[in-house]
């Protein structure tokens, strides 16, 4: 686990660059319970006015943590952690998919040895999380 | 059509309780492709000081998002045909969620605001175990479309997606 006596406010963290296709959605849909067709079903999607099928909010929620949990080590590390879902993450049926690109970096040192981290995740260009701020406690 | 104010600071009975297993937080980690030890392997959470394996940080809204649905299906709020899209969501954890936890919740309406004409609903979720332990806090900002076609299409009125 990183030390709190050794970090500095502007310090990156490790970014990291997260794969999301159809399998995932489905997977994840299951996992959490969360059907709505505008995760799976592409006419659906499109009818209620998406580009095409976009992830559950949720799940690029989790994707994005992952740059603050891999770094601390240890998950529990994260006291708190909140999002704004600001754009879709749009997954096309092209065998492909699509991909979340998250940064971190440190924007505070707080008491109690906690820091704050800002993330940033990206796809297909667009910033799809706002005000994506997590707290750490570290040793 | 405006929500009535006075629904703020309603606070629903507690749900009945959710026990966290071993393998619903595997199936969950392996979902989101995070496959940390202290998810999967209850030695190596032992290592780092829990008694069990943990939860991801995320895995709380299995539990918050149909206890937020007590409030979004609540015939006297008013929603009726309206559904909801996800706007944010935060959690502050008291200590993480674990395997062998029985985790009640109780929801509150926290405020309605209403914005460039669209309603919305934050609620905070007090997620904790039966014994009284506090566990998480889970706060929700909903949004409320009064658009229906989504719904006449056949989405769930509440949901967790985003706009």
């Known amino acids: ?139 | 059509m405006p929500l009535d104010q006075s629904f703020v600071g309603r606070t629903y009975p507690p749900t009945a309780s959710y026990e966290v297993g071993r393998e619903k937080i595997r199936e969950f980690a392996t979902a989101v492709r995070d496959l940390h030890p202290a998810y999967l392997d209850p030695e190596a959470a032992k290592a780092l000081g829990h008694p069990d394996v943990i939860a991801p940080p995320t895995f709380p809204v299995i539990i918050a998002i149909p206890a937020a649905y007590q409030a979004v299906n609540d015939p006297e709020f008013g929603l009726g045909d309206s559904w909801v899209v996800h706007g944010d969501q935060r959690f502050v954890y008291q200590r993480p969620m674990r395997a062998g936890d029985r985790i009640e919740c109780v929801v509150k309406i926290e405020a309605i605001k209403s914005i460039a004409g669209s309603d919305m609903i934050t609620l905070v979720s007090e997620l904790r175990t039966v014994e009284g332990e506090p566990v998480c806090t889970a706060y929700g900002l909903f949004v409320v479309r009064e658009d229906t076609s989504a719904k006449n299409g056949g989405a769930d009125k509440a949901e967790a997606g985003e706009s």
């Not at chain 1, 970014?15 to 959605?25: E, H, I, K, T, Y």
């Open chain 1, 1 to 139: 686990m990183p030390r709190y006596e050794n970090l500095a406010v502007g310090d990156e963290l490790p970014a990291q660059s997260f794969p999301v296709d159809r399998a995932d959605l489905v997977r994840y849909a299951g996992a959490a319970g969360d059907f709505n067709p505008i995760h799976w079903n592409e006419r659906f999607a499109v009818q209620v006015g998406l580009p095409n099928v976009i992830a559950h909010g949720m799940f690029t929620m989790a994707q994005a943590i992952r740059v603050v949990t891999d770094w601390a080590g240890d998950p529990s590390a994260v006291v708190e952690y909140g999002v704004r879902f600001t754009k879709p993450v749009i997954v096309p049926d092209d065998g492909v998919g699509a991909s979340i690109e998250v940064s971190g970096k440190i924007s505070a040192l707080l008491e109690d040895n906690k820091v704050r981290v800002e993330l940033t995740a990206v796809s297909a260009g667009q910033k799809v999380l706002g005000r994506s701020v997590a707290v750490v406690r570290l040793l």
